[in-house]
Protein backbone atom coordinates (compact mmCIF):
# COMPACT_ATOMS: atom_id res chain seq x y z
CA UNK A 1 0.00 0.00 0.00
CA UNK A 2 1.12 3.61 -0.52
CA UNK A 3 0.25 5.04 2.57
CA UNK A 4 -1.61 8.12 3.34
CA UNK A 5 -1.18 10.38 0.16
CA UNK A 6 -0.70 14.29 0.65
CA UNK A 7 -0.91 17.19 -1.62
CA UNK A 8 0.48 19.35 -2.24
CA UNK A 9 3.83 18.82 -0.44
CA UNK A 10 4.78 22.51 0.34
CA UNK A 11 2.64 25.70 -0.56
CA UNK A 12 3.64 29.08 -0.14
CA UNK A 13 0.68 31.56 -0.65
CA UNK A 14 -0.11 34.91 0.04
CA UNK A 15 -1.99 36.09 3.15
CA UNK A 16 -5.92 36.33 2.04
CA UNK A 17 -5.56 33.88 -0.56
CA UNK A 18 -7.33 30.70 -0.32
CA UNK A 19 -5.49 27.18 0.26
CA UNK A 20 -6.49 23.59 -0.28
CA UNK A 21 -4.68 21.02 1.41
CA UNK A 22 -5.40 17.17 -0.38
CA UNK A 23 -5.53 13.66 1.25
CA UNK A 24 -5.83 10.08 0.33
CA UNK A 25 -6.30 8.09 3.21
CA UNK A 26 -5.32 4.79 2.94
CA UNK A 27 -8.19 2.08 0.95
CA UNK A 28 -10.60 0.75 3.28
CA UNK A 29 -9.50 2.59 6.30
CA UNK A 30 -12.39 4.48 8.10
CA UNK A 31 -11.55 6.92 10.18
CA UNK A 32 -9.77 10.05 9.05
CA UNK A 33 -8.16 12.89 11.21
CA UNK A 34 -6.31 15.96 9.71
CA UNK A 35 -3.82 17.59 12.43
CA UNK A 36 -1.33 20.83 12.51
CA UNK A 37 1.77 20.61 13.73
CA UNK A 38 3.71 24.19 15.04
CA UNK A 39 6.73 25.00 17.35
CA UNK A 40 4.14 26.66 19.56
CA UNK A 41 1.24 24.71 19.88
CA UNK A 42 2.73 20.99 19.38
CA UNK A 43 0.73 18.36 17.14
CA UNK A 44 -2.89 19.32 17.60
CA UNK A 45 -6.20 17.22 15.97
CA UNK A 46 -8.17 19.40 14.01
CA UNK A 47 -11.12 17.50 12.91
CA UNK A 48 -12.09 13.93 12.57
CA UNK A 49 -14.23 11.74 10.07
CA UNK A 50 -15.60 8.20 10.67
CA UNK A 51 -17.49 6.26 7.60
CA UNK A 52 -16.43 9.77 5.44
CA UNK A 53 -19.00 11.68 8.60
CA UNK A 54 -17.23 14.73 10.60
CA UNK A 55 -17.75 13.65 14.27
CA UNK A 56 -15.70 15.85 16.21
CA UNK A 57 -14.10 19.19 14.50
CA UNK A 58 -13.74 21.22 18.23
CA UNK A 59 -10.15 21.43 17.22
CA UNK A 60 -10.78 23.36 13.93
CA UNK A 61 -9.20 26.98 14.41
CA UNK A 62 -11.88 29.55 13.41
CA UNK A 63 -14.60 29.95 10.40
CA UNK A 64 -12.11 30.39 7.99
CA UNK A 65 -11.04 26.40 8.04
CA UNK A 66 -13.34 23.85 6.61
CA UNK A 67 -13.09 20.24 5.79
CA UNK A 68 -14.64 17.84 3.08
CA UNK A 69 -14.58 14.52 2.91
CA UNK A 70 -16.74 13.04 0.18
CA UNK A 71 -15.99 9.71 -0.25
CA UNK A 72 -13.88 7.17 0.81
CA UNK A 73 -11.07 8.13 -0.54
CA UNK A 74 -10.51 11.96 -0.71
CA UNK A 75 -10.61 14.82 2.09
CA UNK A 76 -9.76 18.14 1.50
CA UNK A 77 -8.94 20.71 4.28
CA UNK A 78 -9.59 24.02 3.47
CA UNK A 79 -8.03 27.69 4.47
CA UNK A 80 -10.18 30.89 3.14
CA UNK A 81 -8.71 33.45 3.76
CA UNK A 82 -5.44 32.32 4.22
CA UNK A 83 -3.75 34.27 7.21
CA UNK A 84 0.83 34.10 8.21
CA UNK A 85 -0.67 32.45 11.72
CA UNK A 86 -1.89 29.79 9.20
CA UNK A 87 1.66 28.56 9.00
CA UNK A 88 2.31 25.40 9.54
CA UNK A 89 2.63 21.48 8.79
CA UNK A 90 -1.11 19.99 8.46
CA UNK A 91 -0.60 16.63 8.49
CA UNK A 92 -3.65 13.70 7.55
CA UNK A 93 -3.44 10.55 9.13
CA UNK A 94 -5.97 7.35 9.19
CA UNK A 95 -7.18 4.23 10.59
CA UNK A 96 -8.76 1.44 10.36
CA UNK A 97 -11.29 1.79 13.34
CA UNK A 98 -11.64 3.92 16.24
CA UNK A 99 -10.60 2.56 19.21
CA UNK A 100 -7.64 2.92 21.70
CA UNK A 101 -6.07 0.07 20.47
CA UNK A 102 -6.19 1.89 16.84
CA UNK A 103 -2.89 2.67 14.91
CA UNK A 104 -3.25 5.98 12.82
CA UNK A 105 -1.15 6.01 9.73
CA UNK A 106 -0.20 9.52 8.98
CA UNK A 107 0.62 11.29 5.77
CA UNK A 108 4.27 12.68 5.04
CA UNK A 109 2.70 16.62 5.71
CA UNK A 110 1.65 19.62 4.04
CA UNK A 111 4.15 22.16 4.36
CA UNK A 112 1.98 25.76 4.35
CA UNK A 113 3.75 29.34 4.39
CA UNK A 114 1.21 32.19 4.17
CA UNK A 115 3.30 35.02 3.80
CA UNK B 1 -7.12 12.28 28.80
CA UNK B 2 -4.58 11.21 31.69
CA UNK B 3 -1.46 13.42 31.53
CA UNK B 4 2.16 11.91 30.34
CA UNK B 5 5.16 13.22 31.46
CA UNK B 6 8.57 12.41 29.80
CA UNK B 7 12.29 13.76 29.83
CA UNK B 8 12.77 16.85 27.60
CA UNK B 9 15.49 15.18 25.80
CA UNK B 10 17.75 12.06 25.77
CA UNK B 11 21.27 11.05 24.14
CA UNK B 12 22.18 7.21 23.17
CA UNK B 13 25.38 5.55 21.78
CA UNK B 14 25.05 4.17 18.44
CA UNK B 15 24.34 -0.11 19.16
CA UNK B 16 23.62 0.26 22.30
CA UNK B 17 19.87 0.50 24.45
CA UNK B 18 17.98 2.84 25.07
CA UNK B 19 15.04 2.74 27.68
CA UNK B 20 13.10 5.90 27.01
CA UNK B 21 10.78 6.21 30.51
CA UNK B 22 6.90 7.75 30.55
CA UNK B 23 5.17 8.61 33.84
CA UNK B 24 1.31 8.15 33.93
CA UNK B 25 0.37 8.07 37.57
CA UNK B 26 -3.50 9.00 37.31
CA UNK B 27 -3.54 6.35 34.19
CA UNK B 28 -7.11 4.57 34.03
CA UNK B 29 -8.06 0.93 34.03
CA UNK B 30 -9.09 1.56 30.59
CA UNK B 31 -6.27 3.45 28.92
CA UNK B 32 -4.24 1.78 26.26
CA UNK B 33 -0.18 3.25 26.29
CA UNK B 34 0.73 4.14 23.14
CA UNK B 35 4.15 4.83 21.58
CA UNK B 36 4.64 7.13 18.13
CA UNK B 37 7.21 8.81 17.24
CA UNK B 38 8.30 11.42 14.66
CA UNK B 39 11.58 11.37 12.57
CA UNK B 40 12.87 15.12 11.26
CA UNK B 41 10.88 16.49 8.48
CA UNK B 42 8.29 13.63 8.37
CA UNK B 43 4.89 12.55 10.05
CA UNK B 44 4.31 10.57 13.14
CA UNK B 45 4.91 6.84 13.01
CA UNK B 46 3.71 4.27 15.34
CA UNK B 47 6.13 2.11 17.04
CA UNK B 48 4.48 0.07 19.27
CA UNK B 49 1.35 -0.10 22.23
CA UNK B 50 0.16 -2.06 24.99
CA UNK B 51 -2.82 -2.22 27.56
CA UNK B 52 -1.17 -4.58 31.08
CA UNK B 53 1.17 -6.80 29.42
CA UNK B 54 4.93 -6.14 28.08
CA UNK B 55 4.52 -6.04 23.72
CA UNK B 56 7.39 -6.97 21.84
CA UNK B 57 7.49 -6.15 17.87
CA UNK B 58 10.14 -5.45 15.21
CA UNK B 59 10.80 -1.77 16.22
CA UNK B 60 10.73 -1.62 19.49
CA UNK B 61 9.60 -3.18 22.99
CA UNK B 62 7.41 -1.53 25.58
CA UNK B 63 7.59 -2.65 29.19
CA UNK B 64 4.76 -2.00 31.61
CA UNK B 65 5.18 -1.37 35.56
CA UNK B 66 2.79 -4.07 37.04
CA UNK B 67 0.47 -0.52 38.51
CA UNK B 68 0.86 0.70 35.01
CA UNK B 69 2.01 3.89 36.35
CA UNK B 70 4.55 4.34 33.76
CA UNK B 71 6.42 2.40 30.94
CA UNK B 72 9.57 1.90 29.28
CA UNK B 73 9.75 1.87 25.74
CA UNK B 74 13.09 -0.19 24.47
CA UNK B 75 14.82 0.12 21.91
CA UNK B 76 17.09 -2.80 21.32
CA UNK B 77 19.91 -1.84 19.46
CA UNK B 78 19.94 2.61 18.45
CA UNK B 79 21.10 3.37 15.39
CA UNK B 80 20.91 6.48 13.57
CA UNK B 81 17.82 6.42 11.71
CA UNK B 82 16.09 6.20 15.95
CA UNK B 83 16.92 9.28 15.92
CA UNK B 84 13.42 11.17 16.59
CA UNK B 85 11.10 12.64 18.79
CA UNK B 86 9.32 9.88 20.89
CA UNK B 87 6.09 10.87 22.24
CA UNK B 88 3.96 8.10 24.70
CA UNK B 89 0.42 9.08 24.52
CA UNK B 90 -2.34 7.40 26.98
CA UNK B 91 -5.24 6.62 24.45
CA UNK B 92 -8.74 5.93 26.40
CA UNK B 93 -11.12 3.05 25.25
CA UNK B 94 -13.99 3.35 27.55
CA UNK B 95 -16.08 6.08 26.04
CA UNK B 96 -16.77 8.18 22.28
CA UNK B 97 -13.35 9.82 22.88
CA UNK B 98 -11.62 6.41 21.81
CA UNK B 99 -10.29 8.02 18.64
CA UNK B 100 -8.34 10.58 20.41
CA UNK B 101 -4.74 10.79 19.99
CA UNK B 102 -3.09 13.62 22.02
CA UNK B 103 0.10 14.67 21.65
CA UNK B 104 2.66 16.20 24.25
CA UNK B 105 5.96 17.52 23.83
CA UNK B 106 7.61 14.15 23.51
CA UNK B 107 11.54 13.04 24.31
CA UNK B 108 13.81 14.37 21.74
CA UNK B 109 16.52 11.01 21.58
CA UNK B 110 19.83 12.05 19.57
CA UNK B 111 22.10 9.38 18.46
CA UNK B 112 25.64 9.73 18.77
CA UNK B 113 28.04 7.81 16.26
Sequence with gaps: DAGVIQSPRHEVTEMGQEVTLRCKP?????SLFWYRQTMMRGLELLIYFNNNVPIDDSGMPEDRFSAKMPNASFSTLKIQPSEPRDSAVYFCASSAGQGAYETQYFGPGTRLLVL | DAKTTQPNSMESN???PV?????????SGTD????????PSQGPEYVIHGLTSNVNNRMASLAIAEDRKSSTLILHRA????????????RDNSGAGSYQLTFGKGTKLSVIP
Design chain 2, 14 to 16: EEE
Design chain 2, 19 to 27: HLPCNHSTI
Design chain 2, 79 to 90: TLRDAAVYYCIL
Design chain 2, 32 to 39: YIHWYRQL
Design chain 1, 26 to 30: ISGHN
